[in-house]
């Protein structure tokens, strides 16, 4: 079945500082890639939808020059949180689609810690 | 119109009883129902999904039930185990976008 990697895991880092996550598919080309972030207890809330080789569509609300992300292959896909800061802490999740619209797959998530 | 509202927030089932979780939609031109399974520090999972030409699909001890003239989903899991416990997630997707819209969650404990 259709792989999400997701990297790293689980971060710390110092606020002011950024940070990059990873998101790669590994046995499919993922045309639309989503980022997502969700806080204990709640949903998942979409922050941005990326397609390969074009910029990232974000959801009302998202500072997209805090949050970059970059779509410069159909395997990988990066979300780097800038200057980051202790309300950037959360869980973020990607997923991809390969096409098929309906062909969701997610990846394992990344516990981002700002101190 | 885009929401997914979805009961309730938490469920407590014992060993070998009936999960179900309830969800309802606005927007008819949603045209893929999925549940997806979360456990804690991990992401969703795909669980079941259904489409609206079907009232009701089953896989193993998990069943969706579907009405689509209420505009409503379920999702019940038959014989709960102690492994089951986790968040559980609707959703929906259809129209224009290929956005999956999300309801707030079900956090199911099953007790032995």
């Known amino acids: 079945g259709a792989v999400v990697s997701q990297h790293p895991s689980w971060v710390i880092c110092k606020s002011g500082t950024s940070v990059k996550i990873e998101c790669r598919s590994l046995?499919?080309?993922?045309?639309?890639m989503f980022w997502y972030r969700q806080f204990p207890k709640q949903s998942l809330m979409l922050m941005a939808t990326s397609n390969e080789g074009s910029k990232a569509t974000y959801e009302q609300g998202v500072e997209k020059d805090k949050f970059l992300i970059n779509h410069a292959s159909l395997t990988l896909s990066t979300l780097t949180v800038t200057s980051a800061h202790p309300e950037d802490s959360s869980f973020y999740i990607c997923?991809?689609?390969?096409?098929?619209?309906?062909?969701?797959?997610f990846g394992s998530g990344t516990r981002l810690t700002v101190v | 119109q885009q929401q997914v509202k979805q009961s309730p927030q938490s469920l407590i089932v014992q060993k070998g009883g009936i999960s179900i979780i309830n969800c309802a939609y606005e927007n008819t031109a949603f045209d893929y129902f999925p549940w997806y399974q979360q456990f804690p520090g991990k992401g969703p999972a795909l669980l079941i999904a259904?489409?609206?030409?079907?009232s009701e699909k089953k896989e193993g001890r998990f069943t969706i039930s579907f009405n689509k003239s209420a505009k409503q989903f379920s999702l019940h899991i038959m014989d709960s185990q102690p492994g089951d416990s986790a968040t559980y997630f609707c959703a929906a997707l259809g129209g224009a976008t290929n956005k999956l819209i999300f309801g707030t969650g079900t956090l199911l404990a099953v007790q032995p």
């Open positions: 997923s991809a689609i390969s096409g098929a619209r309906y062909g969701y797959t």
């Open positions: 259904i489409r609206p030409d079907v």
């Open positions: 046995d499919f080309q993922a045309t639309t």
